[in-house]
């Protein structure tokens, strides 16, 4: 009987067999994610967005490098859903959900609804597989909206229209407005243009120019509001020049080059996927409009990824989409091939399988340790503990917010020296300064003396009820380390503050009775 079920079994129903599975393994996923606990990044942004919402404004009353628009879906999941962890993983669920629709509908017309679900799962798992630490952060959302923004073009073909521009020109304008250099993303709507040999020039001109108002929509949008609020100057200076004078700072020989570079070349999905991405390439060969435009999205993300010069996992994500596009085409040539059609589409299928088994090995994982450890293991504490990064604990983070939560007003302002910003954001109580976190208080830097001067001019006028100490910058060691470089506020801490409660690297200090009376209050 087995054999003659097998019989029966087509490599086409073994490709939908095998989706499903895969589809059913990114659900899970997708549900396990509202369970993660939050990095220190997570929790950094959280706390900035919170100044959209509180009528702040970031940049003046919180503190850090990305782009202005980085922290609106933090602002609007806290608004809806509070400062929640889940909150944001589901804003991420819903952008998630929106671009693999867009990227199924795009490829399904392209090379039929197998092969797109195959690419928008490879893309969505490959993401998710940067773990816990990178997810629902800028840079995937960076990844949503490039594939919203552009993949509508390379299946438009001659439905192209100055709206369908327009749209793609904000998508392009909101992901320069998370890092600027993203804004040259708009060289592949501009390859695709350039290469529309049916329209005429002057149309293509107009076209251009409905992409370039796009991009220009976001920005004019955002420095309006900035400027209206008074917060145009800070967001120039914290986002652009700060980082140009205090942070750009990297190890750019060629072993620290060829070691960011083989971080993510040498990744099993990629490594799997680049033959088949090159076969792409050379069976969409007839069609240069498309290939080049994936091209050059493709070398475009590459820059960013090098003008950043870290190398670091999240910053490849905007490649990922293009290499799995063309991956997606290599295998479905594959699969069209009539020359020996059974092997050629036994080994595209194989192919297939196992790329997307090694982008979802990660995302299973996750799902397997929510299932062992908080639903038939020990509850939540025992699941938070296993996330650890460097010395960075998240369920210690999490004990740290809920213990000061418990132990304060509402209105209690924190102080943190560290990196840990997920508590002020988790126990919802105010900073008591605009630096989030310490990384601008101890970077060296043109800069650094400004700061330090506005950090003790506010903690002095009004001493806040809580000094709390975490990790460095790195999350490498205690920050408490760093106070004897500060010395001000090392005799600000010393004379106003005693230790209440210690949670592994995190020391909660209160302010000491004295020194309440003096100053009215935390």
Request: aromatic share 14%; proline share 5%; net charge neutral.
């Amino acid at each position: 009987m087995a054999r003659r079920f097998a019989e029966k079994l087509s490599l086409d129903s073994l490709l939908v067999l095998g989706l499903a599975a895969t589809g059913i393994a990114t659900l899970a996923f997708a549900v396990s994610s509202l369970f993660l606990p939050f990095a220190w990044d997570h929790g950094i942004i959280g706390s900035v967005g919170t100044s959209y919402i509180d009528g702040g404004v970031p940049f003046v009353d919180s503190w850090d490098m990305k782009g202005p628009i980085a922290y609106i879906p933090f602002a609007l999941a806290e608004l809806l859903f509070g400062p929640t962890m889940w909150g944001v993983r589901l804003m991420d669920l819903a952008y998630w959900a929106l671009a693999g629709f867009v990227m199924f509908v795009s490829m399904r017309a392209l090379a039929g609804w197998k092969i797109a679900a195959w690419s928008a799962l490879a893309t969505y798992l490959w993401v998710s597989s940067a773990g816990w630490l990178f997810t629902a952060q800028p840079e995937s959302w960076v990844t949503t909206s490039l594939i919203v923004g552009i993949m509508p073009l390379l299946a438009a073909s001659a439905r192209l229209t100055v709206g369908r521009l327009l749209f793609c020109g904000i998508m392009i304008g909101c992901t320069g407005l998370v890092k600027p250099f993203y804004f040259a993303m708009g060289a592949a709507p501009l390859v695709f243009l350039a290469l529309s040999g049916e329209l005429g020039w002057q149309r293509r001109i107009g076209l251009a120019a409905g992409l370039a108002l796009g991009a220009i929509i976001p920005v004019a949008l955002i420095a309006g509001y900035f400027a209206a609020r008074g917060g145009l100057g800070a967001m120039i200076e914290v986002h652009l020049l700060y980082p140009l004078s205090s942070y750009v700072k990297a190890d750019m020989s060629v072993g620290a080059v060829l070691a960011g570079i083989a971080s993510f070349a040498l990744k099993a999905p990629i490594v799997l996927t680049a033959p088949f991405a090159l076969l792409g390439v050379w069976a969409k060969r007839a069609d240069p409009r498309l290939i080049w435009t994936l091209l050059a999205w493709m070398a475009v993300a590459f820059f960013c990824v090098a003008i950043q010069a870290k190398f670091f996992v999240y910053h490849w994500f905007a490649s990922y989409p293009p290499i799995f596009i063309l991956g997606a085409f290599g295998i479905d040539h594959l699969l069209r091939r009539e020359d020996r059609p059974g092997l050629w589409a036994l080994v595209g299928l194989a192919a297939g399988a196992l790329i997307l088994t090694a982008t979802v090995a990660r995302p299973v994982r996750d799902v397997v340790r929510l299932v062992q450890h908080r639903v038939l293991g020990a509850g939540a504490e025992a699941y938070y503990a296993i996330y650890e990064f460097r010395l960075y604990k998240a369920a210690d983070e999490i004990a740290a917010a809920r213990y000061i939560a418990s132990q304060s007003g509402q209105d209690e302002r924190i102080f943190l020296w560290g990196c840990d910003s997920t508590i002020p954001y988790l126990a919802d109580r105010p900073d008591a300064t605009r630096f989030t976190f310490l990384m601008p208080l101890t970077e060296p830097g043109a800069y650094r003396n400004q700061y330090r001067a506005q950090a003790m001019a506010q903690l002095t006028a009004s001493p806040p009820t809580w000094f709390v100490t975490g990790l460095n910058w790195t999350g490498e060691g205690p920050a408490d380390e760093l106070l004897a470089d500060f010395p001000e506020l090392a005799a600000f801490f010393e004379a106003n503050y005693e230790l209440e409660k210690q949670i592994g690297m995190i020391g909660i200090y209160r302010l000491n009775p004295a020194s309440q009376t003096l100053a009215g209050g935390g």
